[in-house]
């Protein structure tokens, strides 16, 4: 049996005992819709990989098996949905065993093990459907990255209870560079499951039943390390939420990374922490005792709300459906099953509050997470939180021109008086409006927002001859001859010696 153990994320599960738990006994209440699953393999052709287990030097496009939950249409064959058999016939594909027989499943992977109480897990009923037709109209994303090396489908049951509730999933495994094991949590790693989940979030918009719009992402241990680095490369995620992720524990690894940049880190962020780690684990692990109190990430943030969750009854493995289920239990750490399952619950159900709140904007859901667990109904005891809120940043040019290129570029002066007076300290430089107004005006399809980029620039720099002047070229390029003799004859009043628009008056009366 492979056990792959990630020091400092995976805690040693030494002095175990089994569990005892179940999927109706964790008790999540599903939402309004019905769920469909599927599974399919698409490949990166930029990317070359080798099937570890065959033992030769071949070399093929990436794969990337993708598995996908969401809303679908009512069905009453209950007969019909998935197990959690059915469920694990996935994992023999992705660990690239896939004609392994069922039989040997809880001996030969990681996270699993041949128990009585593991084995009753299998026949067990999800709320899944498999490959059920998606309803027709649209739902936000939420992109997941699993933790070191582990299966797209480790927190199915999540998932499920996300996709019954308006939201579609969508994960891949987390794999090695060029094989499926990783190298040791190395920065190489969080950068090629990042590409992974970069991966994942191109593919969403093939499907019609995704708003784009609206997308989250969401990983456990390792996972949540390669979704920072994954939000301060792309500006078109909308939150992310960190399920106990090495973002807390292994910073250093993110700092590495040539795409690490904090100020571009600017969304909604939520991490769900476990138990602290008792003194005992700590020595004869070997475990460092700040990784119970240190958490950079969340100190070093500034652009972005942030919300920092610990759960008194949770252990790091118990953060995944795999891991309630199928985790050897620690005695030294770990709380009854009881109170692991309801843990696990209100984590989901946390979970369902944020991502309500950030890609839905439910009033609800809002408060919910701006309230304190004291005013939600909870103790304390079972949870505690600290929140920390943004800053506002420096609105720059750049910023401006969003709006700007958001309204088409149309009534500019308006919108430059009503942001400078939210943003006094907002520079708009001659030479920037100058450069994008005749960008825009040298293409035919854009040459009115063209001339009014250079008309406001004009209306900040009024005795600009150059501006002027880069208007009537606008003017003149696109052949409206009077605007442009106006403008030229502007700009020669305000510099006699412009001798491009001396030139060009002569060019026009030929």
Same mark, same amino acid.
């Given at each position: 049996?492979?056990?792959?153990?990630?020091?400092?994320?995976?805690?040693?599960?030494?002095?175990?005992?089994?569990?005892?738990?179940?999927?109706?006994?964790?008790?999540?209440?599903?939402?309004?819709?019905?769920?469909? @699953? %599927?599974?399919?393999?698409?490949?990166?052709?930029?990317?070359?990989?080798?099937?570890?287990?065959?033992?030769?030097?071949?070399?093929?496009?990436?794969?990337?098996?993708?598995?996908?939950?969401?809303?679908?249409?009512?069905?009453?064959?209950?007969?019909?949905?998935?197990?959690?058999?059915?469920?694990?016939?996935?994992?023999?594909?992705?660990?690239?065993?896939?004609?392994?027989?069922?039989?040997?499943?809880?001996?030969?992977?990681?996270?699993?093990?041949?128990?009585?109480?593991?084995?009753?897990?299998?026949?067990?009923?999800?709320?899944?459907?498999?490959? +059920?037709?998606?309803?027709?109209?649209?739902?936000?994303?939420?992109?997941?990255?699993?933790?070191?090396?582990?299966?797209?489908?480790?927190?199915?049951?999540?998932?499920?209870?996300?996709? +019954?509730?308006?939201?579609?999933?969508?994960?891949?495994?987390?794999?090695?560079?060029?094989?499926?094991?990783?190298?040791?949590?190395?920065?190489?790693?969080?950068?090629?499951?990042?590409?992974?989940?970069? @991966?994942?979030?191109?593919?969403?918009?093939?499907?019609?039943?995704?708003?784009? /719009?609206?997308?989250?992402?969401?990983?456990?241990?390792?996972?949540?390390?390669?979704?920072?680095?994954?939000?301060?490369?792309?500006?078109?995620?909308?939150?992310?939420?960190?399920?106990?992720?090495?973002?807390?524990?292994?910073?250093?690894?993110?700092?590495?990374?040539?795409?690490?940049?904090?100020?571009?880190?600017?969304?909604?962020?939520?991490?769900?922490?476990?138990?602290?780690?008792?003194?005992?684990?700590?020595?004869?692990?070997?475990?460092?005792?700040?990784?119970?109190?240190?958490?950079?990430?969340?100190?070093?943030?500034?652009?972005?709300?942030?919300?920092?969750?610990?759960?008194?009854?949770?252990?790091?493995?118990?953060? +995944?459906?795999?891991?309630?289920?199928?985790?050897?239990?620690?005695?030294?750490?770990?709380?009854?099953?009881?109170?692991?399952?309801? +843990?696990?619950?209100?984590?989901?159900?946390?979970?369902?509050?944020?991502?309500?709140?950030?890609?839905?904007? /439910?009033?609800?859901?809002?408060?919910?997470?701006?309230?304190?667990?004291?005013?939600?109904?909870?103790?304390?005891?079972?949870?505690?939180?600290?929140? %920390?809120?943004?800053?506002?940043?420096?609105?720059?040019?750049?910023?401006?021109?969003?709006?700007?290129?958001?309204?088409?570029?149309?009534?500019?002066?308006?919108?430059?008086?009503?942001?400078?007076?939210?943003?006094?300290?907002?520079?708009?430089?001659?030479?920037?409006?100058?450069? &994008?107004?005749?960008?825009?005006?040298?293409?035919?399809?854009?040459? /009115?927002?063209?001339?009014?980029?250079?008309? &406001?620039?004009?209306?900040?720099?009024?005795?600009?001859?150059?501006?002027?002047?880069?208007?009537? /070229?606008?003017?003149?390029?696109?052949?409206?001859?009077?605007?442009?003799?106006?403008?030229?004859?502007?700009?020669?009043?305000?510099?006699?010696?412009?001798?491009?628009?001396?030139?060009?008056?002569?060019?026009?009366?030929?």
């Amino acid at each position: 049996m492979r056990k792959i153990i990630l020091v400092t994320i995976i805690l040693l599960q030494v002095c175990s005992m089994k569990g005892q738990t179940s999927l109706k006994e964790i008790g999540l209440k599903a939402g309004k819709y019905e769920v469909g @699953f %599927k599974h399919y393999t698409v490949n990166d052709s930029t990317r070359n990989y080798r099937i570890h287990n065959e033992f030769n030097n071949r070399l093929i496009k990436r794969p990337i098996p993708i598995s996908i939950w969401y809303p679908t249409t009512k069905t009453n064959n209950i007969s019909s949905k998935l197990t959690v058999l059915d469920y694990l016939q996935v994992l023999k594909e992705e660990e690239e065993w896939k004609n392994l027989p069922n039989y040997f499943l809880l001996d030969w992977f990681k996270d699993l093990s041949n128990t009585p109480e593991n084995k009753a897990h299998l026949t067990e009923k999800t709320t899944a459907f498999l490959n +059920s037709k998606p309803l027709n109209e649209e739902f936000p994303i939420v992109v997941y990255a699993p933790s070191y090396q582990a299966s797209s489908i480790e927190n199915f049951s999540l998932f499920e209870y996300l996709a +019954s509730n308006g939201f579609v999933v969508i994960s891949s495994p987390s794999r090695g560079t060029d094989t499926r094991w990783l190298e040791g949590a190395t920065t190489k790693d969080m950068e090629t499951q990042s590409r992974d989940v970069e @991966f994942l979030i191109k593919e969403i918009h093939s499907y019609k039943n995704i708003d784009s /719009e609206k997308v989250a992402l969401m990983g456990f241990s390792f996972g949540g390390l390669s979704n920072a680095i994954t939000v301060m490369k792309n500006k078109n995620i909308s939150a992310v939420v960190s399920l106990d992720g090495a973002d807390r524990y292994n910073y250093p690894v993110l700092e590495k990374s040539p795409f690490f940049n904090l100020d571009k880190f600017v969304i909604p962020y939520i991490h769900f922490a476990q138990e602290e780690i008792p003194k005992e684990v700590l020595t004869n692990d070997k475990i460092p005792e700040e990784l119970n109190y240190k958490f950079q990430l969340y100190d070093s943030l500034k652009y972005s709300n942030v919300y920092r969750y610990r759960f008194h009854d949770l252990t790091h493995s118990y953060f +995944s459906s795999f891991g309630v289920l199928f985790a050897d239990r620690d005695k030294r750490q770990d709380k009854s099953d009881e109170k692991i399952m309801a +843990s696990y619950k209100l984590l989901c159900q946390h979970t369902l509050q944020f991502l309500n709140a950030t890609l839905k904007n /439910e009033e609800n859901a809002i408060d919910f997470i701006e309230n304190s667990v004291v005013e939600n109904g909870f103790s304390e005891t079972l949870i505690s939180k600290q929140t %920390k809120k943004a800053i506002e940043k420096d609105f720059i040019y750049k910023d401006f021109n969003d709006l700007a290129y958001k309204q088409d570029y149309q009534d500019l002066i308006s919108l430059y008086k009503k942001t400078i007076a939210e943003y006094p300290n907002l520079q708009l430089q001659e030479g920037m409006l100058n450069m &994008l107004g005749l960008r825009l005006s040298f293409n035919p399809n854009k040459k /009115e927002q063209g001339y009014n980029v250079i008309l &406001l620039a004009l209306h900040l720099y009024p005795k600009s001859a150059n501006l002027y002047d880069s208007l009537a /070229e606008a003017y003149f390029y696109n052949k409206d001859y009077p605007n442009a003799i106006i403008n030229y004859e502007k700009s020669l009043e305000l510099n006699p010696a412009n001798q491009n628009a001396i030139d060009r008056l002569k060019q026009i009366k030929q």
